[in-house]
C-alpha cells in the first residue's frame, strides 16, 4: 500500500475519532436506534463525544509530549502508551457519565461505557504487549454497529445483506 494512502487511513481512522464518527452516525444515519433525540440534543451529543474523546485525549496528549513525558506524539513505543491511554479512559468515562444522564437515550451512555472500557481494555493489555489501538478502535466501532442494528431489529443489516 502507498505510504501516503496509508498515513491518511490511520489519521482518519485515529482511535480518538472513531467514537465521533460513530455517535454521528447513531445520531442522524440511523433513525430509531436512540429515542428521537431533538436537533439541539444531537449537537450536544456530538459536541460531549468529540470534546471528551478527542480534544481532551489529543491536549493531555500533546501536554505530556511538551513536557517531556512522551518521546513522541505517535506512542510507537509500548512504555509510552499507559499514561495518555490512562487519561483517554478517564476522559471517556466523564462522557459516559455525561450521555447517562436525562434527556439522552441510555443507549448512548452504554455505548460510551463500552468504548471507555475498550479504551481500558487496551490500557491493561499494553502494560505487557503492544496491541494495535487503531483495531481496538474499529472492533469497537463495528461492534457498537452490530448492537445498534439488533435494536432495530433489522438483523439483514448487522449481517450486511439487503
Request: charged share 10%; net charge positive.
Amino acid at each position: 500500500m502507498n505510504k501516503s494512502l496509508a498515513t491518511a487511513l490511520s489519521l482518519a481512522f485515529h482511535p480518538l475519532l472513531v467514537p465521533s464518527y460513530l455517535f454521528y452516525v447513531v445520531c442522524y444515519q440511523l433513525p430509531g436506534v436512540v429515542a428521537q433525540p431533538t436537533v439541539a440534543d444531537r449537537w450536544i451529543v456530538l459536541a460531549v463525544v468529540f470534546g471528551f474523546t478527542f480534544l481532551l485525549p489529543a491536549l493531555g496528549t500533546g501536554a505530556l509530549y511538551w513536557f517531556g513525558r512522551l518521546d513522541s506524539l505517535l506512542l510507537r513505543e509500548r512504555a509510552q502508551r499507559p499514561l495518555p491511554l490512562l487519561l483517554a479512559a478517564i476522559s471517556f468515562a466523564g462522557a459516559a457519565f455525561l450521555l447517562h444522564q436525562p434527556p439522552f437515550s441510555p443507549l448512548l451512555g452504554r455505548m460510551m461505557l463500552g468504548m471507555t472500557l475498550a479504551v481500558l481494555l487496551t490500557l491493561f493489555i499494553s502494560l505487557r504487549w503492544k496491541i494495535s489501538a487503531h483495531g481496538v478502535g474499529v472492533g469497537a466501532l463495528l461492534g457498537c454497529f452490530y448492537y445498534c442494528t439488533l435494536q432495530m431489529r433489522r438483523a439483514w443489516l448487522a449481517f450486511g445483506g439487503y
